[in-house]
């Protein structure tokens, strides 16, 4: 049962409104009725998520990250979320689960989930050879931007959930 207060789009007034009516029209999810207690807080979670809409990762490439914190973070909200939301992108059953566990077939996408740990485990202290390894797998230093963008996206929904108590409204994450 969430601890925050629940706000019904269909009451809501002023700025969260505008955001449920505009941005938020048809994803009324109870991650975003429970970040509505602040408008502030849902505009940055949204300035955030779109900016990340126009990064060189694709689609697919942010949702291996988000599986990947979120069963860092254990949290299953986002467990579920993204796993939803990364076959939305691409990726298949099979990649969703692999991209939790941090360990991809595909080379690429296991190097980002690597990397994305990493930053994750060593709270962005991460190495050379971190970096080269990331980098050797096709990335750029536009990408490790990004990366980390799309990790600070994920630690502010993962920790909202945690906080609040969220209840899941998406599917279930497959067991790991």
Known sequence: MPRLNIIDPATATGRVKEIFDGPLEGKHFNIFKGMANSAAGIDAYLALAGALGNAALTDAEREVVALAIAEANECDYCAAAHTALGKMAGLTDPQTVEARKGHLGDARLDALAKFALRLHEKKGFVSDEDLKTFK????????????????????????????????????SAPAI
Do not use: K, M, R
């Open 136 to 171: 050797e797998a096709g990335y750029t230093d536009g990408h490790v931007v990004e990366v980390i963008a799309t990790y600070a996206l994920n630690l502010f929904t993962n920790y909202f959930n945690h906080v609040n108590q969220t209840d899941v409204d998406f599917p």
